[in-house]
């Protein structure tokens, strides 16, 4: 079903759209999203998978985001390397240097995992967890597929070679920034964007090209093999405006690292944003089949706006929600049932996910009568 909402009319003669960093030229797969409007303001290639290396990373700590807000996964918790572990993986790319004397809490793991890329961190936290590393792959995938990432799988939980057999796509490593900084935006905050972190006598390190030289740049992972090339999954924040890049496949990092920063400003320079809703703020009503009330509101979970070339900034926006409606009662307050799809004049539309605002109870006898009663004299 499908809602249009009143929306700016302004129109004039538009300006074409603005032009990539020309350091994008030598990247095969790049992708540049503003997650308050859903727009995409540059891609290449978004949907083609690409071997992630360590970028692969970012999802085991999203899937230990997700353990942690549960309330199963302790940041205190302990973990032990096993023997076969430390052979294994002792030194082996990027390290912690777990040993098995060692120790290291949930907390330690993850920065392990997103400031070290220690690959020993994953698979420790991986075996130490879920009893196995296919068992974690397993929560991986799972994750993934609740997120909506149908092109992407995997197969290890830190991204090594494995010939192919763990592969992502620029669109879905959106989604997963997405949801790990919306979703869990403390430990988002906790544990990406860290330059430097100290375990034991080791100091770990970030390979971050961003972080500490564009404003407002706060993560998330880089990620290379001889295979994969340079890859980065960024963001930063500017005033409410919180862009995603993805770039993949880069010859050198100093070609990477020259493309994400050039490619940020570009998205907060090149492009604007004007308001539309604000968090939580009631966007539309849908309608709710046999339920206690005849309809819910719908909200959002992060400020929305239209994203505008700087230089075009009175081009007509179309907003429109859509839902499968109506919904069917009971319906839970929180859950995802729709989305605003947000239309710029000489752009691709953007869509922002839209939550119910409300519990609504399945109807009884006497919201029934009151409910039929309402629709006789509307």
Same mark, same amino acid.
């Given at each position: 079903?499908?809602?249009?909402?009143?929306?700016?009319?302004?129109?004039?003669?538009?300006?074409?759209?603005?032009?990539?960093?020309?350091?994008?030229?030598?990247?095969?797969?790049?992708?540049?999203?503003?997650?308050?409007?859903?727009?995409?303001?540059?891609?290449?290639?978004?949907?083609?998978?690409?071997?992630?290396?360590?970028?692969?990373?970012?999802?085991?700590?999203?899937?230990?985001?997700?353990?942690?807000?549960?309330?199963?996964?302790?940041?205190?918790?302990?973990?032990?390397?096993?023997?076969?572990?430390?052979?294994?993986?002792? @030194?082996?790319?990027?390290?912690?240097?777990?040993?098995?004397?060692?120790?290291?809490?949930?907390?330690?793991?993850?920065?392990?995992?997103?400031?070290?890329?220690?690959?020993? @961190?994953?698979?420790?936290?991986?075996?130490?967890?879920?009893?196995?590393?296919?068992?974690? +792959?397993?929560?991986?995938?799972?994750?993934?597929?609740?997120?909506?990432?149908?092109?992407?799988?995997?197969?290890?939980?830190?991204?090594?070679?494995?010939?192919?057999?763990?592969?992502?796509?620029?669109?879905?490593?959106?989604?997963?920034?997405?949801?790990?900084?919306?979703?869990?935006?403390?430990?988002?905050?906790?544990?990406?964007? +860290?330059?430097?972190?100290?375990?034991?006598?080791?100091?770990?390190?970030?390979?971050?090209?961003?972080?500490?030289?564009?404003?407002?740049?706060?993560?998330?992972?880089?990620?290379?093999?001889?295979?994969?090339?340079? !890859?980065?999954?960024?963001?930063?924040?500017?005033?409410?405006?919180?862009? +995603?890049?993805?770039?993949?496949?880069?010859?050198?990092?100093?070609?990477?690292?020259?493309?994400?920063? !050039?490619?940020?400003?570009?998205?907060?320079?090149?492009?604007?944003?004007?308001?539309?809703?604000? /968090?939580?703020?009631?966007?539309?009503?849908?309608?709710?089949?046999?339920?206690?009330?005849?309809? +819910?509101?719908?909200?959002?979970?992060?400020?929305?706006?239209?994203?505008?070339?700087? !230089?075009?900034?009175?081009?007509?926006?179309?907003?429109?929600?859509?839902?499968?409606?109506?919904?069917?009662?009971?319906?839970?307050?929180?859950?995802?049932?729709?989305?605003?799809? /947000?239309?710029?004049?000489?752009?691709?539309?953007?869509?922002?996910?839209?939550?119910?605002?409300?519990?609504?109870?399945?109807?009884?006898?006497?919201?029934?009568?009151?409910?039929?009663?309402?629709? /006789?004299?509307?």
């Amino acid at each position: 079903m499908g809602v249009a909402l009143a929306a700016a009319t302004q129109v004039h003669a538009a300006p074409s759209n603005p032009e990539p960093p020309e350091e994008l030229s030598q990247i095969p797969v790049s992708m540049l999203v503003d997650l308050g409007s859903g727009q995409v303001l540059e891609q290449r290639r978004p949907d083609i998978p690409f071997l992630p290396a360590s970028v692969t990373k970012v999802m085991t700590a999203f899937v230990a985001f997700e353990e942690i807000d549960a309330g199963r996964l302790p940041l205190d918790r302990r973990f032990q390397m096993d023997p076969e572990t430390e052979k294994e993986w002792w @030194a082996k790319g990027s390290t912690m240097y777990i040993t098995r004397n060692d120790r290291p809490t949930t907390e330690e793991l993850l920065h392990g995992v997103m400031t070290a890329s220690g690959n020993d @961190a994953c698979i420790v936290l991986a075996k130490g967890y879920a009893g196995s590393v296919s068992a974690w +792959v397993e929560m991986m995938n799972a994750a993934a597929k609740r997120i909506g990432m149908s092109r992407s799988h995997y197969n290890t939980p830190n991204g090594w070679m494995d010939e192919g057999q763990t592969y992502v796509t620029a669109s879905d490593m959106v989604k997963l920034a997405d949801a790990m900084i919306m979703r869990h935006p403390k430990l988002y905050r906790e544990f990406s964007g +860290v330059k430097q972190y100290k375990w034991r006598d080791v100091v770990m390190r970030s390979h971050d090209p961003t972080v500490g030289i564009v404003p407002g740049a706060d993560g998330i992972k880089t990620g290379y093999t001889l295979e994969a090339g340079y !890859n980065f999954v960024g963001t930063a924040e500017r005033e409410g405006r919180r862009l +995603v890049m993805v770039l993949a496949g880069s010859p050198t990092y100093r070609i990477r690292d020259a493309a994400a920063r !050039n490619l940020l400003e570009w998205g907060f320079s090149d492009w604007s944003a004007r308001h539309l809703f604000d /968090i939580g703020q009631n966007v539309a009503d849908a309608k709710v089949q046999d339920g206690a009330e005849l309809s +819910v509101p719908l909200v959002t979970d992060r400020k929305v706006h239209a994203t505008l070339p700087s !230089n075009a900034p009175g081009r007509k926006v179309t907003l429109t929600v859509h839902y499968q409606g109506p919904l069917k009662a009971p319906v839970t307050k929180g859950n995802r049932v729709g989305y605003l799809e /947000i239309a710029v004049e000489g752009l691709a539309p953007g869509r922002v996910p839209l939550f119910a605002g409300a519990d609504v109870a399945k109807a009884g006898t006497l919201d029934r009568l009151r409910n039929g009663l309402i629709n /006789i004299f509307r």
